[in-house]
Antibody
Framework: QIQLVQSGPELKKPGESVKISCKAS????????MHWVKQAPGKGLKWMGW????????TYADDFKGRFVFSLEASASTANLQISNLKNEDTATYFC???????????WGQGVMVTVSS | DIRMTQSPASLSASLGETVNIECLAS??????LAWYQQKPGKSPQLLIY???SLQNGVPSRFSGSGSGTQYSLKINSLQSEDVATYFC?????????FGGGTKLELK
């Protein structure tokens, strides 16, 4: 069955970096795009951008340009999100989510809670 | 950016009742709209795509409708397992944007 399994929760200090992984299984990884979605505590969903799993090309929403990097380990069917110079407002749950050619998200990871606190 | 406005923000309904949730886009999104259900502590689950297509495995009591800028999600015969927060999402124009959510509780 199709699964997106994300890495575990992270507790970081301001200014540090974090790398979150999303391992896909049950389908051909390069046939579907991978998106990243942020959910701050008690808040709604915000689309961060996506990565073309065939070419490796990332696309970032405006609010996520600069400190955020999407990458792949295609041989391992894994997408990664790295956030550098962490700020308190990065405290959130980060989801990976799959889409086909049309960008609605049919499978989601379980989410990774990142807490940024001094 | 396309702004997605959901109403109501919260809703209380009884078992067996019919529930409607609305989503208004700030411009025409040509039915490029999805609905998701998110239960506490869980990831969102796709219910509806292309405004009115039911995702595989989703109960038929869920349905979507609308066009242009106005869309709605209908839940017939509300069940206890439908208690959740519901989000709409447009995928017509970058950046893809979500509504603020509708929290559905049992009365």
């Amino acid at each position: 069955q199709i699964q997106l399994v994300q890495s575990g929760p992270e507790l970081k200090k301001p200014g540090e970096s974090v790398k979150i992984s999303c391992k896909a299984s049950g389908y051909t990884f390069t046939d579907y795009a991978m998106h990243w979605v942020k959910q701050a505590p008690g808040k709604g969903l915000k689309w961060m951008g996506w990565i073309n799993t065939y070419t490796g090309k990332p696309t970032y929403a405006d609010d996520f340009k600069g400190r955020f990097v999407f990458s792949l380990e295609a041989s391992a069917s894994t997408a990664n999100l790295q956030i550098s110079n962490l700020k308190n407002e990065d405290t959130a749950t980060y989801f990976c989510a799959r889409s086909g050619r049309v960008a609605y998200f049919d499978y989601w990871g379980q989410g990774v809670m990142v807490t940024v606190s001094s | 950016d396309i702004r997605m406005t959901q109403s109501p923000a919260s809703l209380s309904a009884s078992l067996g009742e019919t529930v409607n949730i609305e989503c208004l886009a700030s411009e025409d999104i040509y039915s490029d709209l999805a609905w998701y259900q998110q239960k506490p502590g869980k990831s969102p689950q796709l219910l509806i795509y292309n405004a009115n297509s039911l995702q595989n495995g989703v109960p038929s009591r869920f349905s979507g409708s609308g066009s242009g800028t106005q869309y709605s999600l209908k839940i017939n015969s509300l069940q206890s397992e439908d208690v959740a927060t519901y989000f709409c999402q447009q995928y017509n124009n970058y950046p893809w944007t979500f509504g603020g959510g509708t929290k559905l509780e049992l009365k």
